[in-house]
């Protein structure tokens, strides 16, 4: 049916804020990381230290927060992130 073709392309966005991502090296290892069924588009922002993952819908938040602790970085959903404040925690880069 064209509804449920439709619907596959309906993506949605999670932002969520990791710690440790530094170099180049960080963008091509949480891009891996975050190769998962049902996600699309993954943007490492390496300025404000987010990264944008477009998926289906499937996931939660949780899963891609799981996904990055394995790769070594720590994460979190960005609305949750005290602003402003710097990050506290270890140098995970691996650069
Ligand atoms: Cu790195």
Do not use: F, N
Request: negative net charge; proline residues 2%.
């Amino acid at each position: 049916m064209a509804e449920r073709a439709l619907r596959r392309w309906v993506m949605t966005k999670t932002v969520l804020k990791v710690e440790g991502m530094t170099c180049s090296s960080c963008i091509e290892h949480v891009s891996e990381a975050l190769a998962i069924e049902g996600v699309g588009h993954v943007e490492v922002k390496l300025d404000s230290g987010t990264v944008e993952v477009e998926h289906d819908g499937s996931i939660s938040s949780g899963r891609l927060i799981a996904a990055l602790q394995q790769a070594g970085y720590e994460a979190m959903p960005a609305e949750s992130w005290p602003g402003g404040s710097r990050v506290t925690g270890k140098v995970t880069c691996c650069g």
